[in-house]
């Protein structure tokens, strides 16, 4: 088991930025991804990153508008959201496992933060 702890959302006006962190001790051993769940929706993912090869994925919905990266020193996966539209709202949860088969599909992984609100309002 691994203590996920999510920071950084928030409110913004669409065409805003949202940096969200995800924390955790030993986090470098672990994929990460970041998910998303709006009211009365599926959690979906958006954005994961591997442990050790570097492999990167996105949502369609995302895509060019997101950056995950990750600070092995600080234990701490980032995900840079910019350009944001209001449908970009809603609980933002980072999850970790230590290997997984398909990045974005949220039944691969045992270990989950607690969320973070994203609301994109004007």
């Known amino acids: 088991q691994v203590h996920l702890v999510e920071s950084g959302g928030g409110l913004v006006q669409p065409g805003g930025s949202l940096r969200l962190s995800c924390a955790a001790p030993?986090?470098?051993?672990?994929?990460v991804s970041w998910f998303r769940q709006a009211p009365g929706q599926d959690r979906e993912g958006v954005a994961g990153?591997?442990?050790?090869?570097?492999?990167?994925d996105y949502a369609e919905s995302v895509k060019g508008r997101a950056t995950i990266s990750r600070d092995n020193a600080k234990n701490t996966v980032y995900l840079q959201l910019n350009n944001l539209k209001t449908e970009d709202t809603g609980v933002y949860y980072c999850?970790?496992?230590?290997?997984?088969?398909?990045?974005?599909?949220?039944?691969?992984?045992?270990?989950w933060g607690q969320g973070t609100q994203v609301t994109v309002s004007s």
């Open positions: 999850a970790a496992t230590v290997v997984v088969a398909t990045i974005l599909e949220p039944d691969e992984y045992e270990n």
């Open positions: 030993d986090l470098e051993y672990y994929v």
């Open positions: 990153i591997s442990s050790n090869d570097g492999t990167i």
